[in-house]
T-cell receptor
Framework: DTAVSQTPKYLVTQMGNDKSIKCEQN?????MYWYKQDSKKFLKIMFS???????INETVPNRFSPKSPDKAHLNLHINSLELGDSAVYFC???????????????FGPGTRLTVT | LAKTTQPISMDSYEGQEVNITCSHN???????ITWYQQFPSQGPRFIIQ???TKVTNEVASLFIPADRKSSTLSLPRVSLSDTAVYYC?????????FGQGTELSVKP
């Protein structure tokens, strides 16, 4: 069984389109994250949700909107896609962030987004 | 805001011990230090985590000095399959800061 899954694995789209990436975890974790990894392999956190509540919201364009229907799911919706949005997006989950301040995260396989 | 610094790349040979150091000057008092391994086209994978002194598991050791401003990941007797990018992660006031990653290349 896949612990953290993402769909789709690849996403090719044109500038200006709106797209969503879905993430699900079956680990029973309370916290989920979205990361962006650029072509230089820098990993940058975008959002973190704990029990469906937004905890971390880094400075990302408001075209990016996370949505958590329940604590097992954290989807990422992107409006008006731009060339600079091309990257690999990773979803991750961990135990309660606030309780232990530890960051043993389990990552999904990534979604490679290409904007043309 | 914590800033983390790692070497960009390292080379090693099979069977050698590899030590990768991460500097994190402004780590918060309660924050842990975590290391991840990433292979091409995969998500990062947890290796080891620690708070202070030394932690050892079946794949690696983590050394953290008393001031906690740095940490060293030690991989004993590396093999070709250890070729990957290694990231350190520290928290700072709720922010999670990954290092830029160290690309380790293990040669036969």
């Amino acid at each position: 069984d896949t612990a953290v899954s993402q769909t789709p694995k690849y996403l090719v789209t044109q500038m200006g389109n709106d797209k969503s990436i879905k993430c699900e975890q079956n680990l029973g974790h309370d916290t989920m994250y979205w990361y962006k990894q650029d072509s230089k392999k820098f990993l940058k956190i975008m959002f973190s949700y704990n029990n469906k509540e937004l905890i971390i919201n880094e400075t990302v364009p408001n075209r990016f909107s996370p949505k958590s229907p329940d604590k097992a799911h954290l989807n990422l919706h992107i409006n008006s896609l731009e060339l600079g949005d091309s990257a690999v997006y990773f979803c991750a989950s961990s135990q309660d962030l606030a309780a232990h301040r530890s960051y043993e995260q389990y990552f999904g396989p990534g979604t490679r987004l290409t904007v043309t | 805001l914590a800033k983390t610094t790692q070497p960009i790349s390292m080379d090693s040979y099979e069977g050698q011990e590899v030590n990768i150091t991460c500097s994190h000057n402004n780590i918060a008092t309660n924050d842990y230090i975590t290391w991840y391994q990433q292979f091409p086209s995969q998500g990062p994978r947890f290796i080891i985590q620690g708070y202070k002194t030394k932690v050892t598991n079946e794949v690696a050791s983590l050394f953290i000095p008393a001031d906690r401003k740095s940490s060293t990941l030690s991989l004993p007797r590396v093999s070709l399959s250890d070729t990957a990018v290694y990231y350190c992660l520290v928290g700072d006031g709720g922010k999670l800061i990954f290092g830029q990653g160290t690309e380790l290349s293990v040669k036969p």
